[in-house]
């Protein structure tokens, strides 16, 4: 019941993000209604990291503790993690076709959520291959921790990676302080994300529930 | 010796002495490293100045091919023949398996490293004489961070299923920074530059190669475990 409720929550505040990023925030003056997307691109980000950072929590607590409890969050949280890392390329891509006139370019952030992305889709791999949940929650947990260590050394080796090659950053000068509103809608949706976060979570973690419970009968 | 070292001398040796008298994984790797080049050198043409520009980048792929295949290979000889009872029966810290596995693979890698990187010079006419000190220190550095992951995700995956195709896909997104940053240091140092204008590199494989050795020791008794 309390779940349900958080579902309607989070239908609520994305309804109100969209409202407050269409209507509120004012249109951005270089790259026009496009812009826009940046509602759903950075909240997304932003949720992904927190859902990466719960894999770890979850890897660790499972390791520490052997309780089911932990595995089934780690396990929730990275597909949802891989969801979120998945919006925010495809939302990229799309912000980026008109603004930089490219779907996609090596740039450093780009390619370090694209990495991401990968190991965490291959911790999902692993997680479908090995059947004794034992062992999967194991196996996964080590995977979740080494993937978590790797993001500042990807972070920093695709930023000097990028600055080797050419000086300048292809998104021209610096960009300047973030107005008011902008920010205001930012937050919003951010809001809106996390909470939307958190109802998923609940529910795959109530499925993964169910499942333990099924294959343990 | 103390205990420690001496159970991972043990692991080291015994994998050495198996390799050396079967040869099973440095002959097929010796032959894989020849082919890879072949392959190169036709996915790019005859253009010479082309497969220079590209070298640095076509040695560490070779490297981490060769390497899937190895490294993915050493925990099978304990699978295959039944003695994983004998690892988990190991009294102690079990991390001393891994460092004596990781040892056996930096070993492995090295010398199917020394080889390719002398064919390389051979077949596509590069002088590495001049650079084999700092060329050494690059790879000393990459081969400790692959082995590092790559000893642990094999003992992973040596009891999965779909052991070929898993062992890949978790390693390789893994050594992303490990593959940027050694080709970067491999440019450098081809290109004749002193060694120091490559350190923040090497500073950055260092600190990756101590954090996937730290990870390793603490996490493999969770995957040895029965």
Known sequence: MRTRALGWLAGLALLAGLAVAFGYAPREAAQGNVQRIMYLHVPSILTAYLAFGLVLLGSIGYLATRGKAWDRLAASAAELGVLFTGVTIVTGSIWGKPTWGTWWTWDARLTSTAVLFLVYTGYLLLRGMVDEPERRGRYAAVVGIVGAANIPIVHFSVKWWRALHQPSTILGPEPSPIAAPIATALLVNWVAFTLLFVYFLARRIEIARLDDGAVDA | ?226
């Open chain 2, 1 to 226: 010796m103390t205990a420690y070292g001496r159970r991972a001398w043990i692991v080291l040796w015994k994998d050495l002495l198996t390799e050396r008298r079967s040869k099973e994984s440095l002959n097929a790797l010796f032959f894989f490293s020849l082919l890879l080049l072949f392959l190169f050198q036709f996915a790019l043409g005859p253009d010479r100045e082309r497969l220079q520009a590209a070298l640095p980048g076509l040695l560490w792929l070779g490297f981490v091919l060769a390497g899937l295949l190895g490294l993915g290979r050493v925990f099978i000889a304990e699978r295959d023949n039944d003695c994983w009872e004998g690892l988990l029966l190991t009294p102690g810290d079990k991390s001393a398996i891994y460092l004596g596995k990781l040892l056996a693979n930096f070993v492995l890698m090295t010398v199917v490293e020394v080889v390719l990187v002398g064919l390389f010079g051979v077949f596509y006419n590069v002088d590495l004489w001049g650079v084999l000190g700092p060329l050494a220190v690059v790879l000393f550095l990459g081969t400790v961070g692959l082995s590092a992951v790559g000893t642990l995700f094999a003992a992973m995956t040596a009891q999965v299923r779909a052991r070929e195709l898993l062992f890949p896909v978790l390693l390789l997104p893994v050594q992303v920074p490990v593959l940027l940053a050694t080709v970067s240091a491999t440019q450098i140092v081809l290109g004749g530059q002193p060694l120091a204008e490559a350190a923040s590199w090497l500073k950055l494989l260092a600190g990756a190669d101590v954090v996937y050795l730290v990870i390793g020791l603490l996490t493999f008794e969770f995957i040895l475990d029965a």
